[in-house]
């Protein structure tokens, strides 16, 4: 089956495929570039209050420092 017409067309789909996806990674890639990136250090130390990498009295001793 595959001799009468050749493999062109099977490559061709494998081709177009990658491209695809190559299009679809590049631009998720550039969409996430800035995540994280534009947080303050409140926010930040917000967030490990809420994971719960800081306790109650840090947190609030470190806010009050970065307010100040």
Do not use: C, P
Request: hydrophobic residues 45%; negative net charge.
């Amino acid at each position: 089956m595959f001799m009468e017409h050749g493999f062109g067309g099977g490559f061709m789909w494998i081709f177009w495929m990658i491209i695809i996806v190559a299009l679809i990674w590049v631009t998720a890639s550039f969409t996430n570039i800035n995540t994280g990136k534009d947080k303050t250090a409140l926010d930040l130390l917000e967030e490990r209050y809420a994971k719960g990498e800081i306790g109650q009295k840090d947190f609030t001793e470190m806010k009050k420092h970065l307010q100040s």
